[in-house]
């Protein structure tokens, strides 16, 4: 079954830009959307943005001027970057694929294990 | 941004109680929500979308109900792997949004 891992550096340091890999393995990035969603530490779950395999991309407005999601379908990865990272940026990020239908409920399925990115110098 | 707000916040129980979670959209959603369950330093795991629709290898004690505005996820009968944090998630406008979750407690 389709499985993703996300991958990048653990630590970044305030107004850097934080960069992420999602590797998708078991299955084709073709055909899904593909999305990025965090968690801070003891807090709630935050959509950050979608892709289309095709390079489609949706972002959340809170995040939308700092955020750049980008697929490399030679690769099956997609990739995140936020830029101009703070410490409220500190969180873990998880990968999922997102199952979008037209006039349908959409939802995500599966998880990355997430990965804890902090940001702090 | 549509809000969803869960409760309660936390629940106890025992193994073997019947639970429900309410989930409430701050606009008419129609049936497009999902429930996810995530246990301590875990990823979300899927149970529910479209309101009702058991995600396949789900256990069928784990139920959804509801549209519009109010949803409910029920646990028919507790067991031990089911403490753990639950939140709905609604699709029917971008963002996307979820509850601030219900950490479900062994009493």
């Known amino acids: 079954q389709v499985q993703l891992q996300e991958s990048g550096p653990g630590l970044v340091k305030p107004s850097e830009t934080l960069s992420l890999t999602c590797t998708v393995s078991g299955g084709s990035i073709s055909g899904y959307y593909w999305s990025w969603i965090r968690q801070p530490p003891g807090k709630g779950l935050e959509w950050i943005g979608y892709?289309?395999?095709?390079?489609?991309?949706k972002y959340n407005p809170s995040l939308e001027s700092r955020v750049t999601i980008s697929v490399d379908r030679s690769k099956n990865q997609f990739s995140l970057k936020l830029s101009s990272v703070t410490a409220a940026d500190t969180a873990v990020y998880y990968c999922a694929r997102l199952i979008a239908r037209t006039g349908s409920c959409d939802w995500f399925d599966p998880w990355g294990q997430g990965t804890l990115v902090t940001v702090s110098s | 941004d549509i809000q969803m707000t869960q409760s309660p916040s936390s629940l106890s129980a025992s193994v073997g109680d019947r639970v429900s979670i309410t989930c409430r959209a701050s606009q008419s959603i129609s049936s497009y929500l999902s429930w996810y369950q995530q246990k301590p330093g875990k990823a979300p795991k899927l149970l529910i979308y479209?309101?009702?629709t058991l995600q396949s290898g789900v256990p069928s004690r784990f139920s959804g109900s509801g549209s519009g505005t109010l949803f409910t996820l029920t646990i028919s009968s507790l067991q031990p792997e089911d403490f753990a944090t639950y939140y709905c998630q609604q699709s029917a406008n971008t963002p996307y949004t979820f509850g601030q979750g219900t950490r479900l407690e062994i009493k």
């Open positions: 479209a309101a009702s």
């Open positions: 892709i289309y395999y095709t390079g489609s991309t």
